[in-house]
């Protein structure tokens, strides 16, 4: 008895300590603690829940690791509609809603008009529902009546709050707050860097509205999100005006952006438009504009709304960011898959912050769309803030000398005759076996950070390992010798035992990271970790048919069509066998704990509360042993677990004919 009494003591000082942590780097963005420390207090905080797993409760930072699996999100109805806002990019509208506001407040005897000036994210707008303060239900905005219940993602971010600070006030009340979920530049770089090439997001926002529909809320809270919280409903006080709301959710423990401000006139508004124009590329995240709302929230309802939009408020969004320079040149890139990728070479000109000299063409497609010829006079523009490409030419300033852009009909690595598959907007290099550029990209693929990590591998070195036919493929970087190595360009003993240390080090490397360090198209670091887990050895994995494949989470038919192509290359066995005598991880590590596999392939779903497992480890329990726990029932569904108090899922369950088994029998199973 007095050990429980202790560990929930421990308990409920850790989850404070780590909430505080949490709050201070995704909120205030001043952390007090490196991610090592803080990685060390949920380890605690997990180990204690694990000994004690009545002890956990939903608000529990435990909660926002993940582990559910989702494979449908149940459509969920708003309160009220959720409306968007009207956008307009010209400083002349926001001076006519500025009016228009005015007028009616006058009419109302109302001569002060504040206006809130926000700026504007560039995410994707979610709800979330708390009841007597704690979150019960988060959603997408969907049609703006009903949305997809994604809770179980959204716990998973930090600067959700699970439980609203302040909570003796909310007792009894529902409280919904509104916000935008949005990705860190930093945080978005990052994952890019962790996808295939192929499978990068444009931006931000993308990237974003991808995260939050995946099916594995483990993967999405890997992924570093954040929210921003502008809209709160449910507090009876009509009075309370939007920028003390602000304070409020803030107080609640939201994150509300750093930099709204309260405006009194129409050139403080339009001080502030200016003044973030240019000090947005500062920022840690992006924000396309600013969005201005009448303080008064009792002049809301009254001024009303569109069927799209609400009339107390409007979005200026800053046009994209554009300028003019001289295409020069169109190089032909050839890539570890074979895609020959066009790229612009541009007079370099200043843009967003950042000069510019080189943007992505696509493909071939792209240049006829554009009606691109060299030496044209184009529209460069960066949108979204990442990669910036090429808008449009300017026909009538198109010089005399301008020349068509034809596509390559030999690889510029190779010299082979470079093919176009139906369907395909690409140009391809066939010679995959022997394309210097392609076993190069592959090479240096495999040798990343977020692979295999061998730093000490640059590009340089690797192309001369290839040209000098050292290496065929990466299995050949393990047996090296360090004299071929020294007698290289620009290197000497030293460095060649440098590379040769860096080498053994990285036999280490997990199987996970050897999955993704293989290359195989559209296989990035989420999916290899997915088949990792759902194929602990590569000899495994090799056996799975597509259909297998297709059924583990967030991996889709193209891509378990692709791995399957993958081990069926006839250069495959060969490079398994190099891989194997170069004692690389070719499966997972042993668990610590040997369990049987009972449950492999089984899903299962839990509805109601268990009496001797908490929710979070009957699910590691079913993990374990091969099985999948998934959160809505189906006809797919393997067995439903009811414990006491089930909810519809149970009915549901028996309607589809679903093995529904009771916690006893579930136990016995285990
Ligand atoms: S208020 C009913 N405030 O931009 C009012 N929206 O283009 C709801 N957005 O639909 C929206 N930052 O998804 C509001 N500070 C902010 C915002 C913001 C980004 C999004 C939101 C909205 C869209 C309009």
Redo the contacts with the bound molecule.
């Keep these: 008895m007095t050990d429980i009494i202790c560990a929930a003591e421990a308990i409920a000082q850790l989850r404070q300590e780590i909430e505080r942590h949490n709050h201070l780097y995704y909120v205030e963005a001043n952390p007090e603690l490196s991610d090592y420390d803080f990685d060390k207090l949920l380890e605690q905080l997990l180990a204690l829940e694990r000994q004690f797993p009545e002890l956990v409760t939903p608000d529990s930072p435990s909660q926002r690791v993940g582990g559910t699996i989702t494979r449908e999100f149940p459509s969920v109805q708003h309160r009220e509609p ?4 009207s ?1 307009t990019y010209s400083t002349r509208e926001v001076e006519e809603f500025y009016n228009r506001v005015r007028k009616l407040l006058a009419l109302e005897g109302v001569m002060e008009q504040e206006m809130v000036a ?8 979610i709800s979330l529902l708390y009841r007597d303060g704690l979150l019960v239900r988060g959603a997408t ?1 969907g049609d703006g009546r009903q949305g997809d219940d994604i809770t179980a993602n959204l716990r998973t971010i930090p600067s959700i709050p699970l439980r609203l600070n302040a909570l003796a006030e909310h007792d009894g009340r529902e409280v919904e707050v ?3 979920v949005f990705m860190r530049k930093e945080d978005f770089k990052r994952l890019n860097e962790s996808r295939p090439e192929e499978d990068r997001f444009a931006n931000p926002r993308n990237a974003t509205a991808g995260t939050l529909k995946l099916q594995d809320s483990a993967e999405v809270a890997r992924r570093s999100m954040c929210f ?1 919280a ?2 709160l409903k449910g507090i009876e006080d009509e009075s309370i005006a939007h920028h003390h709301r602000l304070e409020l959710l803030s107080g609640f423990g939201f994150f509300t ?1 750093d930099h ?1 401000r309260l405006c009194d006139t129409l050139p403080e508004i339009n001080d502030y438009i200016a003044r973030w124009s240019e000090e947005r590329w500062q920022l840690p995240y992006e ?3 600013v ?1 201005l ?1 009448l303080n008064d929230v009792r002049f809301w309802e009254k001024l009303g ?1 569109t069927a799209k ?2 009339r107390w ?1 409007i ?1 200026y ?1 800053y046009p994209a960011q554009q300028a003019r320079t001289v295409l020069h040149n169109v190089l032909f890139q050839v890539g570890r898959l074979g895609t020959i990728t066009p790229v612009a070479e541009l007079e370099p000109v200043l843009l967003a912050g950042s000069t510019v000299s080189r943007s992505t063409l696509h493909n071939f497609d792209e240049i006829n769309r554009l009606g691109l010829m060299l030496r044209d006079r184009v529209i460069i523009e960066k949108s979204g803030e990442v990669i910036p490409k090429v808008l449009r030419t300017i026909p009538e300033e198109r010089p005399a000398d301008a020349e068509p852009i034809l596509p390559p009909a030999h690889c510029p690595s190779c010299g082979t005759l470079l093919v176009r598959p139906d369907n395909e907007v690409s140009y391809f290099c066939p010679n995959e076996e022997a394309c210097p550029a392609q076993i190069k990209g592959r090479v240096l693929h495999f040798a990343s950070r977020n692979a295999m990590d061998i730093q000490t591998l640059g590009d340089a070195l690797v192309e001369q390992l290839v040209a000098k036919g050292l290496i065929k493929d990466p299995a050949d970087l393990y047996f090296l010798q360090e004299k071929e190595l020294a007698n290289l360009e620009r290197m000497g003993s030293r460095s060649a035992q440098n590379i040769l240390r860096a080498l053994e080090k990285s036999r280490e490397k997990s199987y996970e990271r050897l999955l993704y360090a293989l290359g195989i198209r559209h296989v990035g670091r989420a999916t290899a970790r997915e088949l990792s887990q759902a194929s602990p050895s590569i000899d495994a994995l090799r056996q799975e048919g597509e259909e297998q494949l297709a059924s583990v989470p967030d991996i889709g038919p193209v891509v378990a069509r692709s791995i399957i192509n993958y081990f069926a290359k006839p250069s495959w066995p060969d490079l398994l066998e190099k891989l194997r005598s170069a004692g690389l991880q070719l499966s997972a590590s042993e668990p610590k704990e040997q369990v049987n596999r009972n449950f492999e392939g089984l899903t299962v779903l839990f509805t109601g509360g268990l009496d001797c497992y908490d929710r979070q480890k009957a699910a590691e329990l079913v993990l374990e042993r091969g099985g999948r726990v998934v959160s809505s029932v189906s006809k797919k569904t393997g067995m439903v677990v009811a414990g006491h108090e089930p909810g519809s899922k149970l009915d549901k369950a028996l309607k589809l004919g679903v093995r529904v088994v009771s916690e006893d029998e579930f136990e016995a199973m285990l």
């Design positions: 959720m409306l968007s806002l956008n926000e700026l504007k994210f560039d995410g994707v707008a905005r509104r916000g935008e921003v502008y809209y952006g709204y924000t396309d504009g969005v709302k709304a939009s609400p408020a979005a969004k």
